[in-house]
């Protein structure tokens, strides 16, 4: 049985960064993508950072730069590094699992397990 737990959000001025946590049992990273996905209020989940097995990144647009996504396979860890925050990047952080074939890689509905979340404020 595949667990997502996330870590590691909380409330940050603007400009300021914090690293999220997924902490993960039952897949094995080298074997499967995982990502980031956030939830803005009102707004639909989004795709932010993608890892894929062999280790080849993608961010959407208005992260680049400012958001890593890594792991650490022997701890099997996922982590988002997040520095100059903006308000924009106010949501429910979550951390997904084991992509379907076909499926791109920012489209919610493609992964197969899911955390809880961590919430992400970020005020002026």
């Known amino acids: 049985q595949v667990q997502l737990v996330e870590s590691g959000g909380g409330s940050v001025q603007a400009g300021r960064g914090l690293r999220l946590s997924c902490s993960a049992s039952g897949v094995t990273f080298s074997r499967v993508a995982m990502a980031w996905f956030r939830q803005g209020p009102d707004k639909s989940r989004e795709g932010t950072a993608f890892?894929?097995?062999?280790?080849?990144?993608l961010y959407t647009d208005s992260v680049k730069g400012r958001f890593t996504i890594s792991r650490d396979s022997a701890r099997n860890i996922l982590y988002l590094e997040m520095i100059n925050l903006k308000p924009g990047d106010t949501g429910m952080y979550y951390c997904a699992a084991v992509r379907r074939p076909g499926s791109a890689w920012y489209v919610a509905g493609g992964y197969s397990y899911w955390g809880q979340g961590t919430q992400v404020t970020v005020s002026l």
């Open positions: 890892l894929s097995p062999g280790g080849a990144t």
